[in-house]
């Protein structure tokens, strides 16, 4: 989970409009130079353009605060993994 939005988003909005501020939401491992994926493609260079392929399991979100939303993604995920007692 990251903010992923672009440099000087808000002078950027006001010029030519825009959808808010970009929060990823992405499966990586392998010390992050790989990324999850659909079948039948489940492990797929980090390096690869998502238009070269398609089935990479990521989420883009467009929210108005990316700081706040990342902040309770993480909070969800932590609490998820607290209630459901997985260890790390």
Do not use: H, Y
Not at 8 to 33: A, H, Y
Request: charged share 25%.
């Amino acid at each position: 989970v990251r903010d992923d939005t672009r440099r000087c988003n808000n002078c950027k909005t006001f010029c030519c409009g825009g959808r808010g501020e970009q929060v990823q939401i992405e499966s990586t491992f392998c010390c992050g130079l790989c990324l999850r994926g659909r079948t039948p493609m489940t492990c797929i260079p980090s390096c690869c353009p998502e238009a070269c392929c398609p089935c990479i399991a990521k989420s883009e979100l467009w929210v108005e605060d990316a700081d706040a939303a990342v902040r309770i993604i993480q909070n969800a995920q932590n609490n998820a993994i607290t209630r459901l007692q997985i260890q790390r």
